[in-house]
């Protein structure tokens, strides 16, 4: 087991929401042998985002994600789940949701006058790699590839996939390689 990824997620009054996903659409590990913990620092509840779910998702694999032309950072499932199938996760401080890397999940906006913090750490099993860039996936956008930044995974650099740094944050979080500071 080894852990992949920690990170505080801070939802302050008025903040968006975080489109529907699953964290292994982002990660790309196989086998998909990975866990979120995610922990409430404060009350949470569906006015200030607390996390929603879609029960037994991570029976199905990773569903279509894509991406905006114009804002990678919606990264997110193609396809909505039914308000009636979704489960809202209210939480106390301290406590815990622990869910599989490829349960469908969301959380709201927060339109409360209260911030919402929480951590959440990735655990995958010892043999998890990260798999080569999908650049096969007709829906997703053709960018110009970022001057600064290098191509990874292995993938041939025409393929401009937009979500590079998604994978490359995965290659962080799994082999521990810097990357300068980068968005993590």
């Excluded at 404060?42 to 994600?65: A, E, I, R, Y």
């Excluded at 809202?88 to 409360?112: C, K, Q, R, S």
């Excluded at 829906?139 to 995974?153: E, G, M, Q, R, T």
Aim: hydrophobic content about 30%; glycine content about 6%; proline content about 11%.
């Amino acid at each position: 087991l080894k852990l992949v990824q920690s990170m505080a997620l801070l939802k302050p009054p008025g903040s968006g929401e975080k489109k529907w996903h699953q964290d292994n659409a982002y990660f790309r590990l196989v086998p998909a042998s990975i866990v979120g913990c995610w922990i409430a620092l404060d009350p949470t509840d569906c006015f200030n985002g607390c996390m929603h779910v879609l029960p037994s998702s991570h029976g199905s694999g990773v569903f279509k994600h894509s991406a905006p032309l114009e804002n990678h950072i919606d990264y997110s499932m193609v396809d909505i789940p039914k308000p009636d199938d979704v489960v809202p996760v209210v939480l106390n401080p301290g406590d815990a949701l622990i869910f599989h890397g490829e349960t469908a999940h969301y959380t709201p906006p927060n339109v409360t006058t209260t911030r919402r913090r929480s951590l959440q750490f990735h655990y995958a099993a010892s043999d998890c790699k990260p798999t080569k860039c999908p650049k096969k996936d007709k829906d997703i956008p053709v960018l110009p590839p970022p001057s600064d930044k290098p191509h990874y995974f292995d993938c041939d650099p025409s393929c401009q996939e937009p979500e590079y740094w998604y994978y490359k944050k995965a290659e962080i979080l799994v082999c521990g390689k810097d990357f300068g500071g980068d968005f993590i």
